[in-house]
């Protein structure tokens, strides 16, 4: 994981246009298996507003969030909607 991390390209914006939410869904995937778990949170919070955001990535970045909400022992976010 670590590898993957320091391969993955740093100026490509983690979330935006063109496909993008994909990739910013795996970052935040990625940074929260190393243990950043903030910096996953940031990522996550900026998909709620990018247009390309399936259903599908959107069920995934709920998921990571609740995981993260779990092990922080924080209320599960998706019942706070």
Request: net charge positive.
């Amino acid at each position: 994981m670590l590898a993957d991390l320091a391969h993955y390209p740093p100026r490509e914006p983690a979330v935006g246009r063109n496909g993008s939410s994909r990739r910013g869904v795996y970052y935040a995937a990625l940074l929260l298996s190393v243990g950043q778990a903030a910096k996953a949170e940031t990522i996550l919070s900026n998909l709620t507003g990018a247009a390309d955001v399936s259903p599908r990535l959107n069920w995934l970045s709920t998921a990571l969030r609740q995981l993260i909400a779990a092990v922080r022992r924080d209320p599960n976010p998706r019942k706070s909607r």
